[in-house]
C-alpha cells in the first residue's frame, strides 16, 4: 500500500541505489553479478525462505533495472510429466526452460563443488577465526581447488551416467574469485564471511543433500567416486553425522537398491 514501508521498498531501494552508483561511477556493470551479495548479507534469509532465493531475485531486479532482460531459469515438476503445465501456469511470471527431471535439477547443485573440499579442508581455521573467516578468501587455495577439481571430475561422471549434460563448469566460479584483479566485478566474494563453525550449511547441507545423494547415484550406476565419498566422511566425522548412511541418498528418498535409475526415472 502507498505510503507503508515494506522490506520490498527497501530491496527497491538498495537496487536503485547501486545501479545509480553504477553509473556515476563510469557504468562498469560488469560489476552487476556481485552486487546481490552486496545488497543480501550474510547467511540468514531476512524476506523469504532461501538467501540463496533472496540474492537471485536482487540479480534479476538488477538486471531489469539497467535494461537486460530477466534469465531463463531451468526447472522441472514432480513428476516430470507436469512440467510443461507448470511453465504454462507461470506463463509471463518469468521464462523457464524444461530439464528432464527433478533428478537433472539435482544432481547439478554446484554448492557441492564450491563448499565441500574447500570446507572440510579448512576446519581448523574457521575453528580458530570463527566469525572472522572468509572461506572465498582463505579457503581457496590450489590445493583446494585441486581437490575441488577431483569432485567436479567424479560428479560430470555421474552426470553422463545419469543421461544429462553438466549446465556449467563450476571450475570456472573458482577460477573468476582467485583472479580478482581480472574479475573486479566479484570482489565482493571476498568480503563474504563464513562458515563460521564446522557444522555450517556449507557442509552439513551439501553434504547431506547434495553430495550424498550424488554418490548414492554414482553407486546405483556402479560408478566410483573416491574423492567424494572421502570428503563425505570427512565433513560426516567433523559434525558428528553419518552423511553417506543418513543423507539424501536414493534409498533414502524411498527407491529400494534393486531398482535401477530407468526405473526410478519412470516413477519421477
Not at 531475485?57 to 510443461?84: F, H, M, Q, W, Y
Not at 583446494?144 to 549446465?167: D, V
Amino acid at each position: 500500500m502507498r505510503g507503508i514501508y515494506t522490506s520490498v521498498t527497501d530491496i527497491r531501494r538498495k537496487v536503485f541505489t547501486e545501479v545509480a552508483r553504477l553509473a556515476y561511477e563510469g557504468g562498469d556493470y560488469s560489476r552487476i553479478e556481485g552486487l546481490p551479495y552486496k545488497i543480501v548479507h550474510g547467511e540468514t534469509a531476512q524476506y523469504r525462505d532461501s538467501i540463496f532465493l533472496e540474492r537471485a531475485i536482487v540479480g534479476e531486479r538488477l538486471r531489469l533495472a539497467i535494461g537486460l532482460p530477466l534469465r531463463p531459469k531451468k526447472i522441472a515438476s514432480l513428476p516430470a510429466c507436469d512440467t510443461p503445465r507448470v511453465i504454462e501456469a507461470l506463463k509471463g511470471v518469468w521464462d523457464f526452460v524444461p530439464v528432464k527431471n527433478v533428478f537433472e535439477a539435482a544432481i547439478h547443485a554446484d554448492n557441492v563443488v564450491m563448499h565441500l573440499a574447500t570446507t572440510v579442508l579448512s576446519a581448523t581455521r574457521i575453528e580458530a577465526m570463527r566469525d572472522n573467516f572468509i572461506l572465498f578468501q582463505e579457503g581457496f587455495t590450489p590445493a583446494s581447488i585441486r581437490c575441488a577439481g577431483k569432485i567436479r571430475e567424479e560428479r560430470l561422471a555421474i552426470i553422463e551416467a545419469m543421461g544429462f549434460t553438466e549446465h556449467s563448469n563450476p571450475m570456472d566460479m573458482f577460477e573468476t574469485i582467485v583472479n580478482v584483479k581480472e574479475n573486479p566485478q566479484l570482489d565482493v566474494f571476498r568480503t563474504l564471511s563464513g562458515p563460521d563453525s564446522v557444522t555450517h550449511r556449507y557442509l552439513r547441507e551439501d553434504a547431506s543433500c547434495g553430495g550424498a545423494f550424488a554418490l548414492s547415484v554414482a553407486r546405483r550406476l556402479g560408478l566410483e567416486a573416491p574423492v567424494l565419498e572421502a570428503f563425505l566422511k570427512i565433513a560426516g566425522v567433523l559434525c558428528g553425522e553419518d552423511y553417506i548412511k543418513d543423507g539424501r541418498t536414493l534409498e533414502n528418498l524411498g527407491f529400494p537398491p534393486e531398482m535401477t535409475l530407468a526405473e526410478i526415472y519412470k516413477r519421477i
